[in-house]
Structure formats: structure tokens, C-alpha cells
């Protein structure tokens, strides 16, 4: 008992030492977290190609198959062909049991032999009842019966002809034979087999003219097609070819649409050059319509999109910074260079309208939309004057999409803009706010840019203004000692840090 109770003060001791040195531990840690620089990810705007890309799956067909069947019914006797058979047109393709029809051909032949021979006794009487007419041995009343009778039997050698006829066809559709060049692509048939054809031509065999040239009909969504465009590049994949890419073009837009679980889709025709003869009728495809296409742009990684920087990050007083160059921002872009990440407008290229901007003062506020972001004086006055001949007012709303549509035509008419190079429909242009390191360095603070995004291919998107080839721009950021849990490029609301984690990620 005396000796525990000599050691309990160094007991004591120790474990106010041990907690002393756990607080500091936390304390001098959590201090280190708050004066610790943030850790960037970035990435460099360069220059290069955007292609941006609508896709669908699709089957791929012959461009002329045809289904031959049989017009009358019987046995199939014969079987010349066989699946993949080439055949020219005329060939045989199988011959039915024509023993029936033969014999009706006879049956008509000798009818209409013995209706020749009456024909011509009627003939001969005729021509007897005119002489003795003539000679006024007989009545007006006999010749007539003579020349009713002599019709009668014209109208029955006419009706026996066409019996023979009639008989002369059943008997050769016994043959059946190849309506065009191709290779057989499907048999439903057997030697022994009875076709019967009594209410509608049963199919024996699907004929296809040419695998060398071939089709695909894809489906594209409504919420897509409206960027599809006849002569529009595609390029598809199949299953049976991994890593392989095939090559087509756009060649028809179907304007009926087809609903399937809610969804609509519109067939969209692609045609295929099969010339190595490796794709094969009825292979699904995932197609892929390149719908706009921007060579030697600038462009940055889509990462650099969804980035949301902490307002500790950034300057105090945050300016609305715009390109290093030359072209001045249009005047409506002013709302458009706040540094404030949250939210986005987006302005067509080929209208006025936006979603957040509000209505513009005056009417050359919504001008930049028809004539680019540096339009001369002289183009804003020949818009005006196109604009007051239309009786457009942008100051009562955005325009119509006729409205749009028109104006866009006279001012392509009238020289003042050029025609798109791009025959898709109009580009949506997007602000959106980007955060670049001045000059690459990672100890400076981030400056937001406000930029005009384009068209994008998934994992790049094209720039149309706001930054230069070369500009470093943050894609990520860690800070150090905050939580790691919350998701990449939403901050936690209350900001608070975890001392037992690392580092958080924006």
C-alpha cells in the first residue's frame, strides 16, 4: 500500500505530460493547415482540334434487298440455291410441282380450240345470211340474228383466249426465279415443302443486291436531331471488330418519328462503304455524327469547367478580368465578367436572348449575337437598318426564331456577315468563370476569368474568348488539413476543418 502510494504522483506526471503533448500535437498541426499553401492541378489552353459529336445506335442493312415469294401453291419440287448463293437476275432460284398447272393449260387449249371451230362456222353462216340477204331470200331480221350470233362467239374465242393466257402464267410462276443480282441472304424453304399462297405470297427467300454497299438506319434521339444534317461525317463501330472504326456519311434524315418507352427517335440513313465486304447484314452499331467541327481552336479540358474555387482564395477584391489581347469584350458582356462562380447564361450565336442577363438598353445591345464580338461600326449600323426594316426591337425581347432566321438571311445577303462554315444548327455559346494562375505560379492567388465556351467533344471544349494560348488554369485544388470527404469541386458549406484527415479537394 506504501509503495503504490509513492508512485502515484509519477503516474500522475506522466499523463499530464501525455495529454500536454497530444494538445500541442493538434494545436501546432492545426496551425500548419491554416498557413499551409493550397496544392493546385492544373492544365495548359492549347491549340487543336474540337469535333463535337452526336451518337446513336443503329443496324446495318443492304441498300436494295427484296423478298421473293410465291404467287400460287403447291410442293416445292426443286432447290437451286442455297444461303450466300450469288445469283444474277433470271437465274432460278426453285421450281414448284407444276403437274396441276399444266393441266389447266391443256383443259384451256382445248376449249379454246373448240371455240375457234364455232367461231369459224359462225363466220361462214354470216357471210351466207349477207348473200342471201342481198339476193332478199331472207329478212332484215335474220341478218341481224346472223351478225348478234357471229359477236357472241368473237366475245367467247376472246374469253378462251385469255383462259390459255391466264393457265400459260400460273404455269411458268412454277419456276421461280431471281429478280435482280445479289446473294441469297435467307432460304425459308425446303425441297418437299407445300407453299401454300392462298391469301397472301409467302416469302422463300430475302435477296440482296450488293454488300458491297450497305446502309445502317440509326436511331437518334429528338433531343439531338436537330444537329444532324445529310453529308455530315460519321464514324461506327461494331461488336465483332473491337478497336476497329468504320466510316460513313449522313445520306437521308426520316421525318417521321418512332416512340419507344416514352423516348422518340427519328431514323437517320448512313451510308457505308463495305468494299472489303466485313461488315454483315443485321450488326449493331454505335454511330457517332461529327455535327461541328473546329480545327487549330483553343481549347481546355472540360475539368477546368466544373472547378468551384473558395472566396478565401481569391483576391479580396475580385475584378472582372478579360483576355490579355486585343478584342474588346461586346458591351452586353458586362454582367457576363463577374467572378462569381455560381451560374451561367447562355447566348446563341445566332440570337440575342439569354437566360440571366435580363433585358438589354438600347438597341444595339443584343448586336454582338449576329455580328461577333468586335463588329465594326459599320456593321452595327447596317443591323440597325436591316433591323428597323424588319421592324425588330431587341429592347421588347429577344427576336423569334423566324425572326432570327430572317435576319440572319439578309444580312448574309447584304454582305455584312459571312455565311457559317458549319451547316449545323446555330452554336450555343456559354459564359462560364475559369480560374488562372498568373503566370503558372502556384503560390499566386487565382484570378477568375470569364470565358465564351463552344462546342465541346466530351472531354475538351473549344474557347471562343477570354483566354490566350498558353494561360494555366486550375482544374483541382487540395487544402491541406481540410476533410478529403467531401466530393471533388463542391466545398463543404460550413468550412470546417477535420485535424484527423488530410486535405480536401475542390
Known sequence: MAAASRYRPLTIFITLVLLAGTGYYFYSRENQSKTAAPEYTTTTVVKGDVVQHVTATGQLEPLISVDVGSQISGLVQKLYVDFNSTIKKGD????????????????????????????????????????????????????????ALLQQSDAQLLTRKAVVENAQVDLDRCTISSPIDGIVLTKSTEEGKTVAASLNSPILFVIANDLAKMKITAAVAEADIGNVRTGQPVSFTVDAFIGREFKGQVTQVRNSPKTAQNVVTYET??????????????????????????????????????????????PEKPAAVGPKTAAPAPKNAGAATSAAPAGERRTSAAGSGSEGGGRRSGSGGGLSGFLGTDPTPEQRQQLREIMTELGLDFRNGPP?????????????????????????????ITTRTLYRLPGGDKRARPEPISIKAGITDGLSTEIISGLNEGDVIITSIALPGASNAAPAAQPSRSGSSNPFSGSRRF
Open 400 to 428: 423569334s426564331a423566324e425572326q432570327r432566321e430572317q435576319l440572319k438571311k439578309l444580312l448574309v445577303e447584304r454582305g455584312v456577315i459571312t455565311a457559317p462554315a458549319v451547316s449545323s444548327s446555330d452554336v450555343v
Open 269 to 314: 440513313i448512313i451510308d457505308v462503304d463495305n468494299a472489303d465486304l466485313r461488315l454483315r447484314p443485321g450488326m449493331t452499331t454505335n454511330v457517332s455524327i461529327a455535327v461541328a467541327r473546329r480545327e487549330n481552336t483553343l481549347k481546355v479540358v472540360n475539368a477546368a469547367l466544373r472547378i468551384r474555387v473558395p472566396e478565401s482564395l481569391l
Open 92 to 147: 432460278k432460284l426453285a421450281e414448284i410441282d407444276s403437274a396441276t398447272y399444266r393441266q389447266k393449260l391443256r383443259q384451256a387449249q382445248a376449249d379454246l380450240a373448240a371455240t375457234e371451230a364455232n367461231n369459224r362456222l359462225q363466220h361462214l353462216n354470216t357471210d351466207r345470211t349477207k348473200s342471201l340477204f342481198e339476193q332478199k331470200l331472207v329478212t332484215q331480221q335474220d341478218l341481224d340474228q346472223a351478225i
